[in-house]
């Protein structure tokens, strides 16, 4: 209970502090107009209140990734919640704030058009393929995981497809609201239906939190406990826990989304509450459900903490039926059911489904964006929208049939990938644009850890090089090598820029 506190204030606190600090840093300038002002189009660029921009934008950004990453990164032990509250304060942050700001500055462009007037063109072109990439690849997660809650709560008609059973009806369902939501003006259907979605997404974490603390704190994790790794299997704690917790402490998804919103703010002092206040808002949640899922499977009596408990929890899932389940999906209804009983279990996992929908829809409306941005279409006419989004529709189908956790696992990665370019992105417009003259390091730092992070993982895990257990050393020094020279190439380009 002490650590879940203390790292809950702490999340607080760094808002009205680091996040001040990000701002003064950018420089904000409230007389400025911005894109919503100057380019209105009554389709993406749509004035709308802060409140409602708020949350729009959590919506957008807590999908599964802060409550089933969060589910992911407790299996690592208590460790998880440093990376949370420290991911969130000084890189999460500081990421979608500068994604949004940028791009507010920058006329509303997407992310890979912010990256490459930063980064050079051959950049911009890679950074479209990779978010485009990212978003199919979360799309197909955010369809999937709410499909497979659903099918727990409906008994509906599935579809078996190798050793996977996939919920058809409920994925053609919520396939048919992400077509829409694609496709209509920003207001019609988001900007309307995104705080209902937000209310009820508040209430599940609330509830969470209050039964946790109020009946079972005694049982909830430490980091006094020790920081050692416990995953189960053979998963360094650096760097597989640093991606397995993505949206809960950063994410290169929340760099498409912030240009969503970024279309819609009337005033660049929104940015703070908006951008870096989102960040916060869904670390909290990742927060509350790293320790639930650390919590709620402790069996004090037979001397099982909630870690190991839910690591044998886990494992009872595995049949031969279902020999890869959705875990998260799991853990997500037995608590929901057992803590806040049934009525409450079900508002509670229909908040928890209703998340990685929205993010889902809009995760396409930030792709049919960056093509049609990439390539200057006209976006007023619903031809030309649907011209760039059936594409869009049909790759994110056809990954439906691949494996759940494969797909995660990839998107996981490319998420942090896209993360360390945002970055890097940010800490050369600070350097050109700052108003502090060494601001520019509250993005150098957590681009190098990033960096870090995942060159280190492409080494390191399953999907990747995979070294064995001996040889990991090996991956760890070429990742140092390839961190230490983008260090090395910036400060170059440093020193040549300011000679």
């Given at each position: 209970?002490i650590?879940?506190?203390?790292?809950?204030?702490?999340?607080?606190?760094?808002?009205?502090?680091?996040?001040?600090?990000?701002?003064?840093?950018?420089?904000?300038?409230?007389?400025?107009?911005?894109?919503?002002?100057?380019?209105?189009?009554?389709?993406?660029?749509?004035?709308?209140?802060?409140?409602?921009?708020?949350?729009?934008?959590?919506?957008?950004?807590?999908?599964?990734?802060?409550?089933?990453g969060?589910?992911?990164g407790?299996?690592?032990?208590?460790?998880?919640?440093?990376?949370?509250v420290?991911g969130?304060?000084?890189?999460?942050?500081?990421?979608?704030?500068?994604?949004?700001?940028?791009?507010?500055?920058?006329?509303?462009?997407?992310?890979?058009?912010?990256?490459?007037?930063?980064?050079?063109?051959?950049?911009?072109?890679?950074?479209?393929?990779?978010?485009?990439?990212?978003?199919?690849?979360?799309?197909?997660?955010?369809?999937?995981?709410?499909?497979?809650?659903?099918?727990?709560?409906?008994?509906?008609?599935?579809?078996?497809?190798?050793?996977?059973?996939?919920?058809?009806?409920?994925?053609?369902?919520?396939?048919?609201?992400?077509?829409?939501?694609?496709?209509?003006?920003?207001?019609?259907?988001?900007?309307?239906?995104?705080?209902?979605?937000g209310?009820?997404?508040?209430?599940?974490?609330?509830?969470?939190?209050?039964?946790?603390?109020?009946?079972?704190?005694?049982?909830?994790?430490?980091?006094?406990?020790?920081?050692?790794?416990r995953?189960?299997?053979?998963?360094?704690?650096?760097?597989?826990?640093?991606?397995?917790?993505?949206?809960?402490?950063?994410?290169?998804?929340?760099?498409?989304?912030?240009?969503?919103?970024?279309?819609?703010?009337?005033?660049?002092?929104?940015?703070?509450?908006?951008?870096?206040?989102?960040?916060?808002?869904?670390?909290?949640?990742?927060?509350?459900?790293?320790?639930?899922?650390?919590?709620?499977?402790?069996?004090?009596?037979a001397?099982?903490?909630?870690?190991?408990?839910?690591?044998?929890?886990?494992?009872?899932?595995?049949?031969?039926?279902?020999?890869?389940?959705?875990?998260?999906?799991?853990?997500?209804?037995?608590?929901?059911?057992?803590?806040?009983?049934?009525?409450?279990?079900?508002?509670?996992?229909i908040?928890?489904?209703?998340?990685?929908?929205?993010?889902?829809?809009?995760?396409?409306?930030?792709?049919?964006?960056?093509?049609?941005?990439?390539?200057?279409?006209?976006?007023?006419?619903?031809?030309?929208?649907?011209?760039?989004?059936?594409?869009?529709?049909?790759?994110?189908?056809?990954m439906?049939?691949?494996?759940?956790e494969?797909?995660?696992?990839?998107?996981?990665?490319?998420?942090?990938?896209?993360?360390?370019?945002?970055?890097?992105?940010?800490?050369?417009?600070?350097?050109?644009?700052?108003?502090?003259?060494?601001?520019?390091?509250?993005?150098?730092?957590?681009?190098?850890?990033?960096?870090?992070?995942?060159?280190?993982?492409?080494?390191?895990?399953?999907?990747?090089?995979?070294?064995?257990?001996?040889?990991?050393?090996?991956?760890?020094?070429?990742?140092?090598?390839?961190?230490?020279?983008?260090?090395?190439?910036?400060?170059?380009?440093?020193?040549?820029?300011?000679?």
């Amino acid at each position: 209970m002490i650590t879940f506190i203390i790292a809950l204030v702490l999340l607080v606190v760094g808002f009205f502090t680091y996040g001040i600090l990000v701002e003064k840093v950018f420089g904000v300038e409230p007389d400025r107009k911005t894109p919503a002002l100057t380019k209105t189009d009554g389709v993406d660029f749509v004035p709308m209140s802060p409140w409602r921009i708020f949350l729009v934008q959590f919506l957008n950004i807590a999908g599964l990734g802060p409550i089933f990453g969060a589910i992911m990164g407790i299996f690592y032990g208590p460790a998880a919640f440093l990376w949370i509250v420290f991911g969130t304060i000084f890189a999460g942050g500081v990421h979608d704030y500068l994604s949004g700001m940028m791009s507010i500055r920058k006329g509303g462009i997407s992310l890979p058009q912010i990256i490459g007037d930063e980064l050079g063109k051959g950049v911009k072109v890679f950074m479209l393929i990779l978010s485009l990439v990212l978003l199919i690849l979360l799309t197909t997660t955010f369809l999937s995981g709410p499909a497979a809650l659903l099918q727990k709560m409906h008994a509906f008609a599935t579809l078996s497809w190798g050793s996977s059973t996939i919920p058809i009806v409920w994925v053609l369902i919520i396939f048919a609201y992400y077509a829409l939501a694609t496709v209509l003006p920003v207001d019609k259907l988001i900007g309307r239906f995104y705080p209902i979605f937000g209310a009820m997404l508040l209430f599940m974490g609330i509830g969470i939190m209050v039964i946790m603390l109020g009946w079972h704190s005694s049982e909830m994790p430490e980091v006094f406990d020790g920081l050692a790794n416990r995953h189960n299997k053979d998963y360094p704690l650096f760097p597989m826990m640093f991606v397995s917790i993505a949206c809960g402490a950063i994410s290169g998804f929340h760099g498409t989304q912030s240009p969503i919103m970024s279309r819609c703010c009337t005033n660049e002092r929104q940015g703070r509450w908006i951008f870096y206040g989102a960040m916060v808002a869904e670390g909290i949640l990742a927060l509350i459900w790293a320790a639930a899922a650390g919590t709620f499977f402790a069996n004090p009596e037979a001397g099982v903490d909630g870690i190991a408990g839910l690591q044998e929890y886990a494992a009872s899932l595995k049949t031969p039926e279902m020999p890869k389940p959705n875990t998260p999906a799991f853990v997500i209804d037995v608590i929901s059911r057992n803590w806040l009983g049934t009525v409450g279990g079900i508002l509670a996992i229909i908040g928890v489904i209703a998340a990685p929908i929205t993010s889902g829809d809009t995760a396409l409306r930030s792709a049919r964006l960056i093509v049609a941005d990439f390539l200057h279409l006209d976006q007023r006419p619903i031809p030309k929208r649907l011209v760039i989004a059936v594409p869009l529709f049909l790759c994110v189908f056809g990954m439906v049939f691949v494996d759940f956790e494969v797909v995660w696992r990839y998107f996981a990665w490319t998420n942090q990938t896209l993360a360390v370019f945002t970055l890097w992105a940010g800490t050369i417009w600070l350097f050109k644009n700052g108003s502090y003259r060494y601001g520019y390091l509250i993005a150098l730092i957590p681009a190098l850890f990033m960096t870090m992070v995942c060159s280190s993982y492409i080494f390191i895990a399953e999907e990747g090089i995979n070294l064995a257990h001996e040889l990991r050393w090996i991956g760890y020094a070429v990742a140092g090598v390839i961190t230490l020279c983008c260090l090395c190439g910036f400060m170059f380009w440093a020193s040549k820029r300011n000679s």
